[in-house]
Every structure is written in C-alpha cells, then in structure tokens.
C-alpha cells in the first residue's frame, strides 16, 4: 500500500524541500549565456521580421518582462452601509463623469 501525503514519517527520497533543481538551473544559465552572446543578431533578425510578425514578437516576449494584469473583484452588500457610506460611493463615482463633461 502506498504511503498516505502528511503520514508524519517526513520525505522517502528526492531533494530537501527548498532545494533549487540542479539541472533546470544549469539550463537556464546556458539559455540566459546563449541570448546575451547573440542579442546583434536577434536584434538583426527580429528587425528582417514583418510589422505583424515584428508585433506578434514583441507580445510573445512581453509576457516575461510585464507582469500579467489579474482582475479584482468586490463584493459589497450595499444593505449594510449607511446612508452617508452611499453618498461618498455615489459621489466618488460621479466625480470623474462630473469634471469630463465641463471640458
């Protein structure tokens, strides 16, 4: 019978948690070492790309200098606020609609 997650007789083999993996370190090195010994002719072969592929470059490699916007969300049981709490949301929120239209 297999041994069940979280018996208390601690880890069977493998890396000590927190210990990084060797071999992805070692890859990730020899890529980094690759792009930064090649970085003129990418710059030449990206610029031979046309505007679309060129666009279509640059958003695949954004994904890994800009962080992914995520979307937040709140819940708010307006029953329980107060008449004055209302008023503030009501005149936070019509505040910019208010200073857009007297331009």
Same mark, same amino acid.
């Given at each position: 019978m297999a041994r069940q997650k979280n018996d208390g007789k601690g880890r069977i083999g493998g !890396?000590?948690?927190?210990? +990084?993996n060797k071999v992805s370190s070692t890859v990730k090195d020899w890529i980094s070492q690759l792009i930064d010994?090649? !970085?003129?002719? #990418?710059? &030449? %072969?990206i610029k031979k790309l046309s505007p679309k592929d060129r666009l279509q470059m640059f958003e695949k490699l954004m994904q890994y200098?800009? +962080? &992914?916007?995520?979307?937040?969300?709140?819940? #708010? %049981? =307006?029953?329980? =606020?107060s008449e004055t709490q209302l008023d503030l949301i009501v005149d936070e929120l019509t505040k910019y609609i208010n200073d857009e239209s007297e331009d």
């Open positions: !890396r000590a948690k927190g210990t +990084p010994d090649n !970085r003129v002719q #990418i710059v &030449k %072969d200098v800009v +962080p &992914k916007q995520q979307s937040v969300r709140a819940d #708010i %049981d =307006l029953s329980k =606020l």
